[in-house]
């Protein structure tokens, strides 16, 4: 009988020849999956993503499901006036642009974009790229040299690191503002660039940054700081402009990246800084001069979508209010939420293979909702993420939380366990 379960990393590091490597993927991983029917990331919908939508995979028939794994803060992907805009630049500007920015592909409504975001993060200019991940590696790759050193949140996006190749790399504890204290001392002026790279709302735990204590840090030891707010840029700050504005740091910190992806309701990424980092990376970021310029759908829609989260508060309040109130049913309950301060909610369950029965147990019950497993957080640290819209209804996080006290009676997952072999 199989005792072992499986991770994505057991993997990646095989000393055999790739066809071997891939062969194993497939009889140990992907068996591991089908057994447990564990699959479900890989589901496809049926029609639109809402928070009610259709969905298909390979163990079932399709199926309605009341869903918890859109970024769609705010409602904006479908919001009329953002499609209508969309529209309305596809029209006038064909679906594509068909040539890179840098080779006349660079659009008046992406250069007008690129003015209105700096604005609006209090930075002087910005510049779009066609994903939030290439907004952070491209520029990480080319800023970030041999004589420099990152020091990153050891809970930053995947997309940071894949950027730290040509640089020196030291791993931080997470949000722990005296270890950095002690790193920056500790190092002197061994390097000539010293970049700290954090999140503003962090995605897999849902808490923030507190970035004034960067802020004070960064001042007082000569380090510059990057700030990723993918997730908290339109949902927090008492103006939608993000964790930077809640710890009313804005124009105090060098380089903030973001997608469109979320909030923004499309998809694409920016990095707003200095004219002069901006331009630096006009000339030297290869994810955007080796890429097409985003779409006019995406930029056109993601203007709209700015214009809204400066107009419209209802959605970032409705937003608070569903996640307070989801919540509170949680913790009334015991189900451990660990330091989630923002609609990414993680109920924490433990064991990778627990999870995902779990979230088998809940798509069962018509909910459907990610098992986040190692790599994307720590081993044993699995844990169900639960992504709250402005949308849900509280019907909807009502019968959630049915489902989920019928799942915990069934697999025990209100507490978190860690020593589940795939046997039990
Ligand atoms: C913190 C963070 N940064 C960057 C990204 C990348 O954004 P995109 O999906 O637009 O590539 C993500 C995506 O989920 C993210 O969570």
């Known amino acids: 009988m199989e005792t072992k379960a499986y991770t994505l990393c057991d993997f990646i590091n095989l000393d055999c020849s790739l066809p071997e490597r891939v062969s194993l993927f497939e009889d140990k991983f992907i068996t591991q999956l089908n057994r447990e029917k564990l699959n479900g990331g890989w589901m496809s919908s049926i029609g639109p993503i809402n928070t009610e939508m259709k969905v298909i995979d390979n163990y079932s028939q399709e199926r309605n499901v ?3 794994i859109s970024n769609n803060y705010l409602g904006y992907s479908k919001h009329p006036s953002v499609v209508e ?3 309305e630049a596809t029209q006038i500007y064909g679906c594509g642009m068909n040539a890179a920015p840098c080779i006349g592909g660079y659009s008046d409504i992406q250069k007008k974009f690129e003015n209105d975001i700096a604005q609006f993060l209090h930075c002087e200019d910005a510049l779009t790229f066609s994903a939030g991940f290439n907004a952070n590696c491209g520029p990480l790759l080319v800023l970030l040299r041999k004589c420099d050193i990152a020091l990153v949140d050891m ?4 997309s940071v690191f894949e950027g730290l190749y040509n640089t020196n790399t030291k791993i931080i504890k997470h949000n722990d503002i005296g270890y950095l204290e002690k790193t920056l001392l500790s190092m002197g002026d061994k390097y000539k660039t010293r970049m700290v790279i954090i999140d503003g709302v962090y995605s897999q735990d849902g808490d923030i940054a507190p970035i004034d204590e960067y802020v004070r840090v960064c001042k007082k030891y000569n380090a510059m700081l990057w700030v990723d707010d993918a997730h908290g840029i339109g949902t927090i700050g008492e103006t939608g402009r993000g964790a930077v504005e809640l710890y009313k740091a804005l124009g105090h910190v060098d380089i903030i ?4 992806s979320k909030s923004f309701g499309t998809v694409g990424g920016f990095i707003a800084g200095s004219h002069q980092i901006i ?6 970021a290869k994810s955007n001069i080796f890429s097409t310029a985003p779409t006019p759908l995406t930029i056109a829609s993601a203007q709209k979508s700015l214009e809204l989260i400066q107009s419209d508060v209802y959605q970032r309040e409705k937003l608070q209010e569903n996640t307070h109130y989801f919540k509170n049913k949680l913790t009334e309950l015991g189900f451990d939420f660990g330091t989630s301060q923002t609609q ?3 109920v924490k369950v433990g064991h990778e293979i627990k999870t995902g029965r779990a979230a088998r147990a809940l798509l069962e019950k018509g909910i459907y909702v990610a098992a986040i497993i190692y ?17 849900h209804t509280k019907e909807q996080l009502d019968y959630t939380i049915q489902a989920l006290i019928e799942v915990d009676d069934m697999l025990s997952i209100r507490k978190p366990v860690n020593e589940l072999c795939i046997c039990d």
């Not at 809970?155 to 995947?158: E, K, V």
């Not at 331009?279 to 030297?284: E, K, T």
């Not at 790599?375 to 949308?391: E, H, Q, Y």
């Open 375 to 391: 790599p994307g957080v720590k081993k044993n640290d699995a844990r169900l993420r639960f992504v709250i819209l402005a949308s």
């Open 257 to 260: 990246t973001g997608t469109l």
């Open 344 to 346: 990414i909610v993680p």
């Open 279 to 284: 331009n630096f990376l006009r000339y030297h």
């Open 66 to 68: 009341i869903s918890f």
């Open 155 to 158: 809970y930053a996006h995947s």
């Open 85 to 87: 805009a969309g529209i």
